[in-house]
């Protein structure tokens, strides 16, 4: 995907959907690294999967500026701009929130990390899943938008099944843990990744709005 | 508003302001349960108003991607297209917040809710009835805008109040209150309530800038 | 810089880039009153100092809807209507940020501010120099944008850097404080801090793209 001559002046399907695919992928990564990092309880054990993360967010970030970059020198998107740089920059709010997260358990050194806590880490993954292949279908979802639609609909239950998650874990949280300083950990945590959920829906939210235009 | 064929003909100044209007409607609706809601002390209780403002925000949830839709099909706007995405948006923030600050009391289940608390609600309903009145003026604002420049006034002075409010409590809580927990639970809580006279001054500053544009 | 007949057809060049120089020096000011509270450890003075701080934000506030008014008035921008209004509200986020830790400081009243935290505010003020320099070069950049790019650079290695302040101060904080209060208090304004830093980083990130598009 080097910008040479010929990519500049490529026909306009062909830009941008490896690029957001690519991305779609380091949120996968992210979303891996989080989900095995809640297997370890050592903080040195914890503090290697935070670098490692750190580091995939470094490439998200660098991808999407690249996505950013393209969009201001091409003159025929597939989309309108807009809409790729509001899928671009909302499918990178997904690893900033993974990031924050790790950042958090990282630094913050809690007791453990509750089954509810783990149970969040997997949604965030089978969210990413649904987003990878969200991208493969931008393509061709103009003429067959089921696929595409589906993934939306994933992603909007697989936030509300976080949502319920965190009220339910944090309910009993206030009700149980007497321990303020652990109770201040544990919820900013919690919310941290039930955050993750909501960018995930969100990426859905502006798939959807491509549907409605372009299909 | 069924998108019938007549509707989606209709000469352009008809078709966002009824739903901008009902959605200002689902912003009081929310105001006022939640301003209801903190008359109850008990968990139950309160968990029952959390549910009912969740469906509250589910319905401003449906209609705000309502209006997407029809920005995405509509040709000719009242508005520049991006004028109403943002008006619908930052209307749908307020009862996000709304809804945030409910949902906190529920799952954090605090000892009472402050005076302080209370009065921020009801600073939050005033704002709600600022908007109600706003989307009125939306037709004819253009060749009168003395009225709309009026509610964007009165929200801001709003938020100006229950920043007073909010800074106030908050000094005196930190100086009073020993209980950690305690301390946690509400300094949350009146955040998400203050967040909230912020999010509808914001619609006020978009409502500013349609003074600015199209008066 | 009144909308005058002349001004509304002035040439293009000459409109925005002195209010947006403007701001950045409001920013440099909050960054400047921002370092010099935290020499002071009584609450009057630090409430002294967030006043002053709140005043400036207020002069941010109305400057930063000056420019979107002239935005809304105005035919012939020098960049993009959405590039400018990007760089105003994002410069302003800055000088929100600042307020809203000057607040925390004065509402919350920890026991002490530590080095950390000043080291903290020291970055921010090297912030904001590099944004008063880069406002500076926003006329002249297309045509040699190597010291705009070297703001940018700086901006984004301050932000770097403050990370690494923060991590490492709050990894420390919480192996070490026992006083969940003050934890609490501590860990909300060191991440205000750290966030003021973050919104720096985003004016860079507006400007490379501005870079981008215009070089």
Redesign the interface.
């Known amino acids: 995907m080097k910008n040479s001559f010929f990519s500049r002046f490529a026909p306009k399907e062909t830009k941008f959907f490896p690029l957001l695919k690519q991305l779609s992928e380091i949120v996968l990564s992210a979303s891996e690294l989080l989900m095995e990092s809640l297997k370890h309880e050592s903080p040195e054990e914890r503090s290697e999967y935070y670098k490692k993360i750190k580091d995939v967010e470094r490439q998200g970030d660098q991808l999407t500026?690249r996505i950013?970059?393209e969009l201001?020198?091409t003159f025929i998107t597939p989309f309108d701009r807009e809409d790729i740089h509001d899928l671009a920059s909302s499918t990178d709010d997904i690893i900033d929130c993974i990031n924050s997260a790790a950042?958090r358990i990282?630094?913050?050194?809690p007791r453990s990390i509750s089954d509810s806590g783990k149970e969040l880490a997997v949604l965030i993954h089978e969210g990413a899943v649904h987003i990878c292949k969200a991208m493969d279908e931008l393509e061709t979802f103009s003429k067959k938008p089921a696929s595409l639609r589906e993934c939306c609909l994933q992603l909007h239950q697989i936030e509300n099944h976080a949502d319920d998650v965190y009220?339910l874990f944090?309910?009993r949280l206030?009700?149980e843990e007497?321990d303020?300083?652990e109770?201040?950990?544990t919820?900013e945590i919690m919310q941290c990744l039930e955050k993750t959920t909501d960018a995930a829906e969100h990426v859905g939210?502006v798939l959807?709005?491509l549907i409605?235009?372009y299909a």
């Open positions: 500026n950013f970059e201001g020198k950042k990282a630094i913050y050194n009220e944090i309910t206030f009700r007497k303020c300083i109770i201040l950990k919820k939210k959807k709005s409605v235009k």
